[in-house]
């Protein structure tokens, strides 16, 4: 079902009749008779604006009604006002230049579970007010340069589609954006010259990929933000370049859960000087160089090391005493177990033998 949610601006009549603006060149047709749903309701606003954005359940009023679109979405009678537009569960392969266009108070574009395999250059254009894009849960493969260039939009979701390459300028020129999401998809590669003239960006989730390593100067596009969050957790990381994160310092978490890592350079982390949240579980880590942690000045910081499991007992005992000493938080539940464990186990013949 699609759904165009409208707010009105107070200084219109409710008895206002939109006049049709002129035709607008649509390219080829994105939309095919689909059914809209409108409302002149913009509650739905606040609850996208909530963190975290999870299940947006945008509820119509009973005065809401329907109406066919065919072509792409401009300003057109009832259509002119739209705050919102919200498309799930049609057929929508392929959005061309032009699907949405003109819609100058437009905040919000929701399209979902509707297989989109590939967006055109200039799909969306004209739209000076938008602020959120979901486009989850589609068939995407490759972003391409022009899609989302100089929109103002500030948060764009692209998680849980099959996206596997992303164009060097794809994330160019977005002055606004500040989260950027591609969680479940299978990107192999990390490219260092992504977010040109983008540099907002306060939280980026990689999560569940297929990365296998992070190059160096891989985030140094963005501004150096409190509160920035990156997360690289469940992809395939086994390496991490010494001068990968080095202008972050002011980098408020860092995800890197259940990667391949087995051991980390001295120089990886040393840059992150305000790291609050520093998250390492479920990798393969024999022992972290605990003296380059030292640098960390941060008032407060969380370690997690939990599920390494060849991370060793004199390693972990190294890190208790830096968390100790500068009253961190260490959170090593199943290795501090499984240290305790080699503790009580009894002797074997073979050892008894040495």
């Given at each position: 079902m699609a759904s165009v949610f409208l707010g009105l601006m107070t200084t219109l009549s409710s008895t206002l009749i939109w006049?049709?603006?002129?035709?607008?060149?649509?390219?080829?047709?994105?939309?095919?008779?689909?059914?809209?749903?409108?409302?002149?309701?913009?509650?739905?606003?606040?609850?996208?604006?909530a963190e975290p954005l999870q299940n947006i359940s945008l509820l119509l009023e009973s005065s809401s009604f329907v109406l066919d679109v065919t072509g792409c979405l401009t300003p057109k009678g009832i259509l002119r006002p739209a705050i919102g537009i919200e498309i799930v569960n049609e057929t929508l392969p392929i959005l061309y230049s032009g699907a949405v266009q003109n819609l100058i108070v437009l905040e919000m574009i929701k399209i979902e579970y509707c297989g989109v395999q590939d967006i055109h250059p200039g799909a969306f254009m004209i739209l000076p007010a938008i602020h959120t894009m979901l486009l989850r849960f589609n068939r995407l493969v490759?972003?391409?340069?022009?899609?989302?260039?100089?929109?103002?939009?500030?948060?764009?979701?692209?998680?849980?589609?099959?996206?596997?390459?992303?164009?060097?300028?794809a994330f160019d020129d977005m002055p606004n954006l500040r989260l950027l999401n591609l969680d479940s998809n299978r990107?192999?590669?990390?490219?260092?010259?992504?977010?040109?003239?983008?540099?907002?960006?306060?939280?980026?989730?990689?999560?569940?990929?297929?990365?296998?390593?992070?190059?160096?100067?891989?985030?140094?596009?963005?501004?150096?933000?409190?509160?920035?969050?990156?997360?690289?957790?469940?992809?395939?990381?086994?390496?991490?370049?010494?001068?990968?994160?080095?202008?972050?310092?002011?980098?408020?978490?860092?995800?890197?859960?259940?990667?391949?890592?087995?051991?980390?350079?001295?120089?990886?982390?040393?840059?992150?000087?305000?790291?609050?949240?520093?998250?390492?579980?479920?990798?393969?880590?024999?022992?972290?160089?605990?003296?380059?942690?030292?640098?960390?000045?941060?008032?407060?910081?969380?370690?997690?090391?939990?599920?390494?499991e060849f991370m060793s007992c004199s390693c972990l005992k190294k890190i208790e005493v830096w968390a100790k000493s500068n009253e961190y938080l260490l959170t090593e539940r199943f290795a501090k177990n499984e240290c305790s464990k080699k503790k009580k186990q009894p002797l074997s013949n073979n050892t008894l033998r040495n």
């Open positions: 006049q049709d603006p002129v035709n607008y060149y649509c390219g080829e047709k994105t939309f095919s008779e689909t059914p809209v749903s409108v409302s002149k309701s913009s509650k739905f606003v606040a609850d996208i604006a490759y972003i391409k340069e022009g899609v989302f260039n100089h929109l103002r939009v500030a948060k764009l979701y692209l998680s849980n589609n099959s996206i596997s390459y992303i164009e060097n300028e990107l192999k590669n990390w490219n260092s010259d992504w977010f040109t003239n983008t540099p907002n960006v306060q939280t980026l989730s990689v999560d569940s990929n297929e990365l296998t390593k992070i190059p160096a100067n891989a985030f140094n596009k963005l501004r150096n933000f409190h509160f920035t969050n990156i997360r690289l957790s469940n992809n395939n990381i086994s390496y991490i370049h010494p001068r990968s994160f080095q202008k972050l310092h002011l980098l408020y978490a860092l995800w890197l859960d259940n990667n391949l890592l087995f051991e980390i350079d001295p120089s990886a982390f040393v840059h992150l000087e305000q790291l609050y949240i520093l998250s390492l579980t479920g990798n393969k880590i024999k022992c972290l160089p605990i003296e380059s942690f030292y640098a960390f000045k941060s008032p407060d910081m969380i370690l997690r090391v939990e599920n390494n």
